[in-house]
Nanobody, 119 residues
Framework: VQLVESGGGLVQPGGSLRLSCAAS????????MSWYRQAPGKERELVASITSAGGSTDYADSMKGRFTISRDNAKNTVYLQMNSLKPEDTAVYYC?????????????WGQGTQVTVSS
């Protein structure tokens, strides 16, 4: 199982980035996908989630209207479009795959990609 994030980097406040997470080794279309982030000295927090078929999304309050999660099940990839970035968005962003099946919870994580918002 692999989740490989990409697209992070340094961006100025007000700028945009698009993160990608390429999945392999499991049936991607059966898993809900999420983006989490962790800033230095802080706990990991949920950024956004999308259901397995992509029909429903959810966002943390501070990201609503600025971030958009989407997925392409044909490409086994989930995306996070981040607009109007703020310095407080600086963090390592992680991709997560989640499924509960037959009473068993399955969770997979990527290695993370650094996003730094600074002038």
């Amino acid at each position: 199982v692999q989740l490989v994030e990409s697209g992070g980097g340094l961006v100025q406040p007000g700028g945009s980035l698009r993160l990608s997470c390429a999945a392999s080794g499991f049936t991607f279309s059966r898993y809900a996908m999420s983006w989490y982030r962790q800033a230095p000295g802080k706990e990991r927090e949920l950024v956004a989630s999308i259901t397995s078929a992509g029909g429903s999304t959810d966002y943390a309050d501070s990201m609503k209207g600025r971030f958009t999660i989407s997925r392409d099940n044909a490409k086994n990839t989930v995306y996070l479009q981040m607009n109007s970035l703020k310095p407080e968005d600086t963090a390592v962003y992680y991709c997560n795959a989640h499924r509960v099946y037959a009473g068993i919870q399955y969770d997979y994580w990527g290695q993370g990609t650094q996003v730094t918002v600074s002038s």
